[in-house]
């Protein structure tokens, strides 16, 4: 167990929906990454935020959006649903948002099927 | 732009045998590699990183991977394999402020 805790497990919706994914982070860290898995596009950063700031962005698309709360722990937004949507959707914290040295920890991730 | 390569989709060795995965990485500046390991329907692990110092690196599991500059490689291995260490293994490389890039995965298969 990472520590790292994702809600939820399982979500399946239709496509122009808007769903809303929640993570909560490692006691003590203050990153939070969010990541996707498909299986046309591998592993893909989509963004970063630390101590409540967004601090980088990947691949991601203008209909997802993320925050990040003062308890630390973060939502994905993502709105207008497509079935190339569908993916497992990662969470991850690491204790500093600067270093490149530290690891990240990953959470059990959320799989989203849009129909 | 930063990235890794892993060359192969699945490694295939027999249990107590050795198994190296494969990674070639391509930066500018201090590459600053990791592997991970993902089992079935679980999130990401982490095995080991390399930022600076001795080439061959210590993790978990009794993983240990050599970094290597002249061959922008960074293999990972284990000198007698489990039947448990079966699993999707990604090599990553952080591109600044933490933004890991991923390698497509490579599948380890060992059999009994």
């Known amino acids: 167990d990472s520590g790292v805790t994702q809600t939820p497990k399982h979500l399946i919706t239709a496509t122009g929906q808007r769903v809303t994914l929640r993570c909560s982070p490692r006691?003590?860290?203050?990153?939070v990454y969010w990541y996707q898995q498909s299986l046309d596009q591998g592993l893909q950063f989509l963004i970063q935020?630390?101590?409540?700031?967004?601090?980088a962005k990947g691949n991601i698309l203008e209909r997802f959006s993320a925050q990040q709360f003062p308890d630390l722990h973060s939502e994905l937004n993502l709105s207008s649903l497509e079935l190339g949507d569908s993916a497992l959707y990662f969470c991850?914290?690491?204790?500093?948002?600067?270093?490149?040295?530290?690891?990240?920890?990953f959470g059990p991730g959320t799989r989203l099927t849009v129909l | 732009a930063q990235s890794v390569a892993q060359p192969e989709d699945q490694v295939n060795v027999a249990e107590g045998n050795p198994l190296t995965v494969k990674c070639t990485y391509s930066v500018s500046g201090n590459p600053y590699l990791f592997w991970y390991v993902q089992y079935p329907n679980r999130g990401l692990q982490f095995l080991l990183k390399y930022i600076t110092g001795d080439n061959l690196v210590k993790g978990s599991y009794g993983f240990e991977a050599e970094f290597n500059k002249s061959q922008t490689s960074f293999h990972l291995k284990k000198p007698s394999a489990l039947v448990s260490d079966s699993a999707l293994y990604f090599c990553?490389?952080?591109?600044?402020?933490?933004?890991?890039?991923f390698g497509t995965g490579t599948r380890l298969l060992v059999s009994p």
């Open positions: 006691s003590g860290d203050l990153s």
């Open positions: 990553a490389v952080d591109t600044g402020f933490q933004k890991l890039v």
């Open positions: 935020y630390y101590n409540g700031e967004e601090r």
């Open positions: 991850a914290s690491s204790v500093a948002g600067q270093s490149s040295y530290n690891e990240q920890f």
